[in-house]
């Protein structure tokens, strides 16, 4: 009984540590599809690009995200936004989780 009770109480824990993150990561996710479809974006750099970001990130409160977590790239005439950034977290005494992530949006013309 007592381990039953150990495990429940380890993912729970777990769960508490992890939502927020999933939470803020699919927040962001949305953020930057909305500015990756913005008229024009295609033809706008990284610097132009940034301050949409980084204003819609302010106002939904995500903060595990900064400029150098972005790269554009250009492959067949398409042009992409990327985003490749990860998150640590404490979980128990000296362990942490570490939760990765990396996604690309293509820039609308």
Do not use: C
């Not at 819609?56 to 250009?74: A, S, Y």
């Not at 490749?84 to 989780?97: F, L, W």
Request: net charge positive.
């Amino acid at each position: 009984m007592l381990i039953i009770v150990s495990m429940v109480g380890v993912i729970a824990m777990a769960g508490i540590r992890l939502v927020p993150i999933y939470s803020q990561h699919s927040t962001a996710m949305a953020v930057i599809k909305e500015v990756a479809a913005l008229p024009g974006a295609a033809e706008r750099s990284m610097s132009e690009l940034w301050p949409d970001l980084e204003r819609r990130f302010r106002i939904n409160k995500v903060t595990q995200i900064g400029r150098e977590d972005f790269t554009t790239t250009d492959q067949g005439g398409v042009r992409s936004l990327r985003v490749t950034y990860e998150v640590r977290t404490p979980m128990m005494g000296n362990v942490d989780a570490v939760v990765t992530f990396d996604r690309s949006f293509v820039l609308a013309r």
